[in-house]
């Protein structure tokens, strides 16, 4: 079973920027598109970005143009870039390999003032 691990959760101020990576140990990681989602209190998890295996990428509504999501089929390791955060990215954020049905632990990130 591939497991996930994620890091780099944590608190910042409204503007401020995070970043998270995701590590995969196990090789199969470059074969298959990975995710990052996030699930806020009282709401649905929601898709915020995801990159397939030759880099292409796409972004939910709320997060185009401030988050970026990156991938090194070496390391074998996903990233996501926040940058200029609102109180409404508050969330646990999930990284997702998809196909094998994956989710990692989940990491806590907290915008506020």
């Known amino acids: 079973q591939v497991q996930l691990v994620e890091s780099g959760g944590g608190w910042v101020q409204p503007g401020g920027s995070l970043r998270l990576s995701c590590a995969a140990a196990d090789n199969i990681f470059r074969q298959y598109i990975m995710e990052w989602h996030r699930q806020a209190p009282g709401k649905q998890r929601e898709l915020v970005a995801s990159m397939s295996p030759t880099g292409s990428e796409t972004y939910g509504d709320s997060v185009k143009g401030r988050f970026t999501i990156s991938r090194d089929n070496i390391r074998n390791t996903v990233s996501l870039q926040m940058n200029s955060l609102k109180p409404e990215d508050t969330a646990v954020y999930y990284c997702?390999?998809?196909?094998?049905?994956?989710w990692g632990q989940g990491t806590q990130v907290t915008v506020s003032s």
């Open positions: 997702y390999m998809g196909r094998v049905g994956v």
